[in-house]
């Protein structure tokens, strides 16, 4: 059973920049993959980032892309979200998430139920 806990939401003005953090336990953090999902107020979850578990892939989505960056500590069994010039539609709930291997391992970098591990998430708010 792996516990992630994810660390530094906040509010913050247009422009402004926020890191999250989200630290894992519990488990061998470097045999999962790691994703940042969001949901903002009445929308669906969405994806965010993903990063393969040895760290030498990532998946950013279109609406970050350029944004925000994802990165992962295996030594310190974090991963890690720098979202830089923040805008009002970024404001949600993000939540980290944990992907353990499947068969084939095949790695489904973008389908949130594929991953099987969540943290509680923390909010994020950019005001304008």
């Known amino acids: 059973q792996v516990q992630l806990v994810e660390s530094g939401g906040g509010l913050v003005q247009v422009g402004g920049s926020l890191g999250l953090s989200c630290a894992a336990s519990?488990?061998?953090?470097?045999?999962?993959?790691m994703g940042w999902f969001r949901q903002a107020p009445g929308k669906e979850r969405e994806f965010v980032a993903a990063v393969s578990k040895e760290g030498g892939r990532t998946f950013v989505a279109d609406s970050v892309k350029g944004r925000f960056t994802l990165s992962r500590d295996n030594a310190k069994n974090t991963v890690y979200l720098q979202m830089n010039s923040l805008k009002p539609e970024d404001t949600a709930v993000y939540y980290c998430a944990a992907q353990g291997p499947k068969d084939g391992n095949i790695w489904y970098a973008y389908a949130d139920l594929q991953y099987d591990y969540w943290g509680q998430g923390t909010q994020v708010t950019v005001s304008t």
């Open positions: 519990g488990g061998t953090f470097s045999s999962y993959a």
